[in-house]
């Protein structure tokens, strides 16, 4: 069942095909119709406001800027604000390890997901209801009651201000709801196709590489997602423990902004538009999944 | 974790669904927990270890350097004393607010205006595309939402500042992130903007599971939109609206990035949280026995929160599977 609920939050991306009663209705728009679609849609520009007035002022000659305010059309495209903060603080440099960091934290979030899920849905081990309560313990818990601990042990085991810290920590962290979500699925495996692997000599591990794996490919994608844009926005743990500039993050990097650039407007909106970029390519590549994850949780 | 975490908490009861024993599994089954040892030891070292070691922390006199010195509850007493700690939790109760409370209000409205009235009359492209226009805040890192709105809120040059003025209402512009009385309600205003996105899909999946007749029904009874609203939107929606409050709430104790970013909990302590307490009380002041009892206090919280969720959705589900059989 549950696999199927996986996929069944895809409706609602696109809504179910309307009961032809609602079809004659349609054409009836009336004027109440469009004050009604005016207001929904004004409030859908009042929420992009803020991404419009970073892009049309990252452009903006500083001059222009103090001239004309933030509103204005730029009277001219000039890269120099983008280039001085991509240059000025090595974007580049926190891109790479962004990606580098959410890419390895989403893979082995979703193996360590995919391997706890296996014992406790399909191997229904005991006191899994007690390792799942844990599970959930370990992300609904604040990262605060943890961090300097963490802090603490990272430095005795020469993992602080390294990648490889902080991808060991948020991988464990996300993979505790990687379990949580894919037990559920594997918990409702259908038994006949388990049943027929093993009299067929399957070993374990044969069964969770060659059926579990397969089936569970959608799922583990929308998890995997997530995992790489949850890791992308995370702030606090990569903030305590990855203090130096040549590991900071996306995230990281912006944050730490605050108080700087203060003079210089163009410079913030430039900055702005940089850490945007990123996460808008996520939402236009992934826009379904996203919705389909956000959906997982709570529906029903 | 960001606030697309929000989504993350109420998955618990499905897992546990009643398990038929099998015949010559119990042996098999011992090989099972080899698989689960890698999770397990990830939990030890990422979550068990270090959550004890912070419970120790909060009884101890540590300031980073040197041993931790055993006090007992000292942390926990100084604590109830001190009106930082009062304020921060005052605070989460305004965070609840503008993160639960008002996001689910908008959102509610917002998703059965899209659902029930945009999408029949101007198609469900229509009603899809402004979805994506409101989530789309939810996927900014919360450091970049922060970082564009301080720019936004900034007194000289900030867009609201100065189109104020160019409105001819300058006297209305305002320090706004500098303003002890005012910082609090700029940041309610950008997690509003933040956490809409977020209701609006979730209640928008919850009506598409909402049965078109009761619609219908209402309709062929002459019931106006509003009446259809209150008497079959509110009461379909209710374990949506549930989950998303508690889930909120939860995200909305936690709540830390935006305040770093932007305003350090300042100006004064007009909008401290527990989380940047405890950071700041870690990092800064370098009480680390102290800011492990915040944390400790935050972590209990937390739990009652979601404990109330847990018990929530298990009751809810129950009924459910019953109902299936």
Do not use: C
């Amino acid at each position: 069942m549950a696999v199927d609920s996986l996929e069944k939050p895809a409706a609602t991306v696109t809504p179910p095909s309307e009961p032809s009663a609602r079809r004659i209705k349609r054409r009836k728009r009336g004027v109440s119709g469009w004050v009604v679609l005016t207001l929904v849609a004004g409030l859908g520009l009042l929420m992009l406001f803020p991404f419009w007035i970073a892009i049309i002022n990252a452009f903006k000659p500083a001059p222009d800027y103090i001239a004309n305010g933030p509103v204005s059309l730029p009277t001219e495209l000039d890269f120099s604000a983008l280039v001085d903060f991509w240059g000025g603080v090595d974007f580049n440099r926190k891109l790479l390890n962004s990606v580098v960091i959410s890419g390895s934290v989403a893979l082995i979030a979703v193996a360590l997901s995919l391997l706890s899920a296996f014992a406790i849905g399909i191997g229904r081990i005991r006191g899994r209801v007690w390792i799942l309560a844990l599970f959930m313990l370990a992300f609904t818990i604040p990262q605060e009651a943890l961090v300097y601990p963490l802090f603490v042990l990272t430095r005795d085991l020469g993992l602080y201000d390294t990648m490889t810290g902080v991808i060991v920590i948020l991988a464990v962290l996300q993979s505790a709801f990687g379990t949580y979500m894919l037990s559920s699925v594997l918990g409702t495996f259908p038994p006949e196709v388990l049943e027929a692997a093993r009299l067929d000599g399957a070993t374990r591990f044969q069964v969770l590489r060659l059926v579990v794996l397969p089936l569970t490919r959608p799922t583990m994608a929308v998890l995997m997602t997530f995992f790489f844009i949850w890791t992308w926005n995370d702030f606090f743990l990569p903030l305590v423990l990855l203090p130096s500039a040549d590991n900071q993050t996306v995230s990281v990097a912006l944050g730490a902004l605050s108080g700087q650039y203060t003079s210089d407007p163009t410079a913030l909106a430039a900055a702005s538009l940089a850490g945007i970029l990123p996460a808008l390519v996520f939402f236009l590549l992934f826009q379904r999944t996203l919705m389909r994850g956000v959906n997982l949780g709570a529906v029903k | 974790m960001s606030s697309a975490n929000t989504a993350s908490l109420n998955t618990a009861t499905h897992t546990v669904a009643p398990r038929r024993a099998r015949k010559g599994t119990s042996e098999r089954r011992g090989g099972y927990w080899w698989y689960i040892l890698p999770g397990a030891i990830g939990f030890l070292a990422v979550v068990a270890v270090p959550f004890g070691m912070n419970l120790w922390y909060s009884l101890t006199s540590f300031r980073g350097v040197g041993d931790p010195v055993f006090i007992g509850f000292e942390n926990y007493q100084r604590l109830l004393g001190d009106p930082l700690f009062w304020a921060s939790f005052r605070h989460s109760v305004v965070f609840i607010v503008a993160m639960a409370i008002l996001p689910t209000a908008i959102g509610v409205v917002v998703a059965a205006v899209l659902f029930n009235y945009i999408s029949p009359k101007f198609g469900s492209k229509v009603a899809s595309f402004l979805r994506a226009t409101y989530y789309l805040p939810q996927i900014l890192p919360i450091a970049v939402a922060g970082v564009l709105w301080k720019w936004m809120y900034q007194p000289q040059y900030g867009i609201i500042n100065t189109t104020l003025r160019d409105l001819g209402l300058g006297g209305l512009a305002q320090n706004w992130l500098g303003d002890s009385d005012l910082a609090i309600y700029a940041v309610m205003n950008v997690l509003v903007w933040l956490q809409i996105g977020y209701t609006v899909v979730v209640f928008m999946a919850g009506l598409s599971r909402v049965d078109p007749a009761l619609y219908e029904a209402a309709e062929l009874d002459g019931a106006t939109w509003f009446q259809q609203f209150r008497t079959i939107t509110l009461n379909q929606l209710r374990p949506e609206i549930a989950v998303v409050l508690i889930t909120t709430s939860v995200a909305a104790l936690k709540v830390f990035a935006p305040i770093f970013v932007l305003t350090r909990g300042g100006p004064g302590t007009s909008t401290i949280v527990p989380a940047y307490f405890s950071f700041s009380n870690f990092f800064t002041t370098t009480k680390v026995g102290y800011g492990a009892a915040v944390a400790s206090v935050l972590a209990l919280m937390i739990s009652v929160v979601a404990v109330a969720l847990l018990r929530y959705q298990t009751r809810n589900s129950e009924g459910f599977e019953d109902g299936r059989g």
